[in-house]
């Protein structure tokens, strides 16, 4: 596992920030490129996230830690209690008595997260935007896997086992705090400790959903390529304005930046693509290409391909969708003649231009449903 840099764990206050000087409170904002950041948010609150307890949110509410804006800053906003922040902050700690009174080394706050899906963790950004002398010095992530939708109180019992994801660690105010994560096994949720107080911005879990095959079944028609099932970006032409990962979540576009847009194509002959791994192996019935906001930015024409198996063998794709005209703001549904089995699917748009959306409605084949219920009992926990 890797850190962000420059935490120092030797002097207190390395890692504050200056004070708050005017002007845009993000311009001494200490961010970080990981590349982890690419896949889904396994605590995306559109999808099903949530924080469902925390053991003190005196100053701000741990609801904050999943809102999907950048934190906003308000230097004039006090309430009865003090500043409010747009983040999770708790007060601060106090020791024994007068003689003692800082809080002993293992007091911390603590707060209960609920992934929207099963899932393993790349990587965790710890973001204490704005957060710049009250942050935690040091946090840890644990993480476990509990079927079904336990309640904080059964989360807490003591034969809950609970595994340390990020080791206590020193982090920096108002900065992106990265951390890469190397456990090999899909979790449902996730302790954030704060040691021993403070305040967290948000909170970020990028990794790779881990579909229930069972749940599949039950449900038996599925979007193959929604990321709640299990499907995912391998690889895009462009990733200039939007990621295409947007493409594949399960709600609906609500403005023109909540989808894929690339830059405008100069160079005649070529187009844009992106390249996605289904769920599993499945047979597709039907396409949905959605276009909603985008309109003088949208694609032209679309075409979608597939393959079984062998997306590096480019002898192995074939037409699923021929090159079709797209209209702007506009969901089109296609219903293909015959079923058609696939492990990965490319969309190709021409020129270039935007898009909002895209279902693969299908169902998991014998074989893709006996892969994802392997792959689902290996990273058990």
Same mark, same amino acid.
């Given at each position: 596992m890797t850190t962000t840099p420059a935490a120092s764990s030797t002097d207190p206050h390395a890692n504050d920030a200056a004070p708050y000087g005017g002007g845009d409170p993000y311009a001494d904002y200490r961010d970080g490129d990981y590349a982890f950041t690419s896949l889904v948010d396994l605590a995306d609150r559109r999808f099903g996230a949530g924080v469902i307890a925390a053991n003190d949110e005196f100053f701000a509410e741990r609801e904050n830690l999943l809102k999907r804006e950048r934190a906003v800053f308000d230097p004039e906003h006090f309430g009865h209690k003090g500043k409010i922040m747009d983040g999770w902050e708790t007060r601060r700690r106090r020791g024994a008595d007068g003689d003692h009174p800082f809080p002993t080394d293992d007091e911390h706050d603590w707060a209960l997260?609920?992934?929207?899906?099963?899932?393993?963790?790349?990587?965790?950004?710890?973001?204490?935007?704005?957060?710049?002398?009250?942050?935690?010095?040091?946090?840890?992530?644990?993480?476990?896997?509990?079927?079904?939708?336990?309640?904080?109180?059964?989360?807490?019992?003591?034969?809950?086992?609970?595994?340390?994801?990020?080791?206590?660690?020193?982090?920096?105010?108002?900065?992106?705090?990265?951390?890469?994560v190397t456990a090999?096994?899909?979790?449902?949720?996730?302790?954030?400790?704060?040691?021993?107080?403070?305040?967290?911005?948000?909170? @970020? %879990?990028? /990794?790779?959903?881990?579909?229930?095959?069972?749940? $599949?079944?039950?449900? +038996?028609? !599925?979007?193959?390529?929604?990321?709640?099932?299990?499907?995912?970006?391998?690889?895009?032409?462009d990733r200039f304005y939007s990621s295409p990962t947007q493409i594949i979540q399960p709600d609906l576009s609500r403005k023109m930046d909540d989808g894929w847009e690339n830059r405008r194509r @100069? %160079?005649? /002959?070529?187009?844009?693509?992106?390249?996605?791994? $289904?769920?599993?192996? +499945?047979? !597709?019935?039907?396409?949905?290409?959605?276009t909603a906001y985008l309109k003088g930015n949208s694609a032209g024409w679309a075409a979608l391909y597939g393959c079984d198996g062998t997306p590096?063998?480019?002898?192995?794709?074939?037409?699923?969708?021929?090159?079709?005209?797209?209209?702007?703001?506009?969901?089109h549904r296609f219903v293909l003649p015959a079923a058609v089995t696939a492990t990965h699917v490319r969309l190709d748009v021409f020129p270039d231009g935007g898009l909002a959306r895209m279902r693969v409605h299908g169902s998991l084949t014998e074989a893709g449903r006996a892969a994802l219920g392997r792959r689902f009992d290996e990273l058990g926990g």
């Open positions: 997260i609920r992934l929207a899906v099963p899932g393993v963790i790349r990587g965790i950004i710890v973001d204490t935007a704005h957060f710049r002398g009250n942050y935690p010095q040091q946090v840890t992530v644990e993480a476990t896997a509990v079927p079904g939708s336990p309640s904080p109180e059964e989360l807490l019992a003591d034969d809950v086992k609970w595994e340390e994801i990020v080791p206590r660690t020193p982090v920096r105010g108002h900065a992106a705090n990265g951390f890469e090999e096994r899909r979790f449902t949720h996730l302790r954030l400790k704060q040691h021993p107080d403070g305040g967290i911005a948000r909170l @970020r %879990v990028h /990794g790779e959903v881990v579909a229930d095959p069972a749940w $599949l079944d039950v449900l +038996g028609t !599925i979007d193959l390529a929604s990321v709640l099932n299990g499907g995912a970006v391998e690889d895009a032409s @100069r %160079v005649k /002959g070529t187009n844009d693509w992106v390249r996605f791994r $289904l769920a599993a192996q +499945g047979e !597709i019935r039907a396409i949905e290409i959605d590096e063998d480019e002898s192995s794709w074939f037409e699923i969708l021929p090159k079709t005209k797209l209209q702007p703001d506009t969901p």
